[in-house]
């Protein structure tokens, strides 16, 4: 029998999304100057609820905030006052729709501009080519450093958990620490942490159970992980079949699957290596092979915007659909594919010479719609360099009121 996307699903904890469809993590930029949710946040939330998703996983938390991801983030820690956090949490009704925290560290990837701690399994520099020089040098961590951060991680789910979310994701994806660790190009390390995959996803794994310990049975724990990165000599598809049998010893209640990194940005539909993906749901075949090992459900994110392909995904045996672009452009899909299911949202399609102003015009079409619905206005097409231009723009804004608050203060 062939699944709708509007089935219900029951997760390994008993708790159960009331339908397929699920809101992928964006980072929206509107954290405020003390990095907490804006109320525009809480309005863009909102918004997804009503639109129908079963599940909203949320932009990416910093566990550290002298480590983000970027200017206009927002952080968790132990000590962070949860009145916003709270307010955040409390737009999904009862039962209704999920809400799951992404919380993030982001290694290497950190901005030279933005300033702040950017630590890495070994002290290898991002390649971006002539971009490179964007990006902080890295600092190999020490066990002190790997320490403190599976606290945070730990202490972060549990201020989530406190301030009302159904669970947390950790992203374990798209080059950040985590991903950094078990890729073998970034993690050169000789000790416990680095070598064969046990080592390299022992860091991921210490950190799922130490959570798992401290927030109980109940609530949500998942895991963001890379199908691949797409490079040669990075993390494979077979490495992502062990990570995915190791992670079934623990009580983990979905895996999402994406791919890539900032060197190679798969989960924008483009490889750096041999692989050519699929040009909708570019990962879906890799979530197939991951499936046979996989005891927990598995999502599948990236290139997913219309019903067919949703279709197609859960009949695949995948039980989950990631929606990101489609979800900003449209957050009400899932309620127009509820009476039309041949509705499509219009998706910016950005082709500049730059592959990386390529994928930074993207993520700034993108944002401005998150932006826009934030603050209650429609989205309208604007052309992609303007969307870049203003979206710089906002980040030196943004990324200057962070340095003066946090940077100067802690140098
Ligand atoms: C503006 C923007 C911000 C994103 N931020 C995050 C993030 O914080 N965490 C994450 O795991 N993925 C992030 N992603 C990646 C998406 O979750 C998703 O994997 C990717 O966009 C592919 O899905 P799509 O084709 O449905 O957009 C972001 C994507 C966009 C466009």
Redesign the pocket.
Known sequence: MLLSPFTPLKLPNGQVIKNRLVK????ENLGDAELKPSSELVHLYRQWMRGGVGAMIT??VMVDHLAM?GPGGIALEADSELEMFREWSSVVDKGECKIIM?I?HPGRQVYKRQGGKALAPSAIPLDMGKHSNLFAEPVAMTEADIEDIIKRFVQTSKQAQKAGFNGVQV?A??GYLLNQFLSPKTNQRQDNWGGGIENRARLLLTIIKQIRQAVGADFIVAV?LNSADFQRGGFSCDDAAEVINMLNQEQVDFVEI?GGNYEAPA???RGADEHTLAREAYFLTFAQQLQKVAQMPLMV?????NYSTASKVLASKVDLV?????L?IQPDLPLWWQSRTEFKPKLPKVKLKDKTMTALA??AT??RH?SRHGHGKFSRPIHPVVSLVLDQMKLARLNKRYRKNYIDKAN
Do not use: F, P, V
């Open positions: 992928a993590a964006m980072e932009g990416n991801t992404q993030n992203h994806a798209h963001k994406s989960m924008q539909g994110t990236g290139g997913i915007s990631g929606m990101a672009s489609a900003a993207t993520m993108i944002r998150l």
